[in-house]
């Protein structure tokens, strides 16, 4: 039995398993076309929203503030989404926030159809889209034990239809974007927020865990913290998890663009950062394949082909070989993350899985930005040479760091799983 030992049927499965199929059970089906469908309009957005301002007459200033609005209100709102949403119900949360950017979407479709002469207008609904993701991220991933009896496997599925849409996402932005107004793109994506609010909806799940009745928000906060600290695996990791976004992640596609894009032209490089979504692709499938007793180390193994992508630029490989080594690499990332959210979403009790998930969330990617804000400072102090051996390295101690952590490294799956 895992740490919690609150592997119950009503707590974690969904009405239509556990005598349904491991993974394509309807709830999962109907999980997924709303998963599926709320990412392409997520991933739509920055492209739409770059080219509609620069096409409006706006700067490339203007582009950075109104991203920037909506990654701020979510790095301060996810916790407090985990914390609602163990209240009230992630699905509830979920079909709230898919209801709040399909009329933020609708609104910047006005706005680019008028023509965008006040930038704060764009940037209050950017916030407001950034405050919708907070409230729905932690739901995402809890909902996966109540709609799927596998839940890895159902984990793996998950990453790989993540990486088409991240590929799909932009691309489809961009030829919308090219042939007709960006506010068309705004109402493609309110439709697709309008279809993964119906699918939640329709959604059959047993009765949820509930947060003790009489708890205040700030009470409910610190409880998930005090789960959140009581588990050496779980914290341990996030620990790492910020060393590794802040000097291996954050810096390696900024510094790698600038090397890259020079050498080889944008095309290859565009190749390039496609093989990355190739391998998480494959990553995905291998996880619904490979179930390893002790998920987190056999996750670390995988992680130590990261090395390789930053490691060949600096050697000077050329373009065939650097997009074997971002497949490899995509592999390698997305095979741990499906080993680490399968560990999570397994090992925490689901009346505080979405608030635990949510510090996960916000541990995982405070450091993002710095890293990648420190990034072009260091290239011109040290050369893009030595940055880029950095972060290859910094890649190899994160995941010698896992492999020797011994609470990390010998937890075990969960039976079923």
């Known amino acids: 039995m895992t740490q919690s030992g609150l592997q119950q049927p009503p707590l974690f499965g969904p009405a239509d398993v556990p005598f349904g199929p491991a993974i394509w059970s309807r709830n999962f089906r109907l999980y997924f076309g709303a998963r599926s469908a709320g990412l392409l309009g997520h991933t739509m957005l920055p492209v739409a929203v770059s080219a509609g301002l620069i096409g409006s007459g706006h700067g490339l200033g203007s582009v950075g ?14 916790l407090f989404g985990g914390v609602l949403s163990d209240r009230f119900t992630a699905r509830r949360m979920m ?13 910047m479709a006005v706005l680019f159809f008028q023509g965008v002469d006040r930038l704060w207008q764009l940037c209050a609904l950017m916030a ?3 405050a919708a993701a907070a409230m729905f991220q932690p739901g995402a991933a809890s909902t996966v034990p109540l709609v799927a009896r596998d839940v890895q496997a159902a984990n ?29 793109v705004m109402v493609i994506a309110a439709a697709t927020y309008g279809i993964s609010a ?25 409880a998930g913290w005090h789960e959140f600290r009581s588990r050496s695996w779980l914290w341990g990791t996030i620990v790492v998890w910020m060393f590794y976004t802040l000097f291996a992640t954050g810096p390696l596609l900024p510094v790698a663009a600038g090397v890259l894009v020079p050498a080889y032209g944008s095309a290859s490089f565009g190749l390039i ?52 080594a971002q497949v490899l690499v995509g592999t390698g990332v997305t095979f741990w993350g499906v080993m680490w959210a399968t560990s999570v979403q397994t090992q925490v009790p689901g009346e505080v899985l979405n608030r635990v998930h949510a510090y996960d969330v916000a541990g995982s990617v405070c450091m993002l930005p710095v ?31 896992l492999l020797t952590t011994r609470p990390i490294r010998e937890l075990r799956r969960v039976p079923g799983s």
């Open 65 to 78: 503030l109104a991203l920037g609005s909506m990654t701020a209100p979510f790095a301060g709102l996810v």
């Open 95 to 107: 079909i709230g926030a898919d209801l709040a950017n399909l009329v933020t979407r609708i609104l």
């Open 128 to 130: 407001v889209a950034g």
């Open 156 to 184: 793996g599925v998950l990453r790989a239809a993540e990486a088409v849409t991240a590929l799909l996402g932009p691309a489809l932005a961009g030829l919308l974007v090219g042939a007709a107004a960006t506010g068309w």
């Open 198 to 222: 119906c699918g939640l909806f329709a959604l059959r799940l047993g009765p949820a865990p509930a947060t003790p009745a009489g708890d205040s928000l700030w009470g409910n906060l610190v």
């Open 273 to 324: 950062t496609c093989a990355l979504a190739l391998g998480t692709v494959c990553g995905g499938l291998l996880a619904v394949r490979l179930k390893p007793v002790r998920p987190l180390a056999a996750g670390a193994l995988a992680l130590l082909v990261y090395p390789l992508y930053p490691f060949g630029i600096v050697l000077g490989w050329g373009v065939p070989a650097l997009v074997v």
């Open 371 to 401: 890293g990648s804000a420190l990034a072009g400072p260091a290239a011109a102090a040290f050369g893009p040479g030595a940055v880029l051996a950095a972060v290859g390295t910094a890649g190899l101690m994160v995941a010698g760091a």
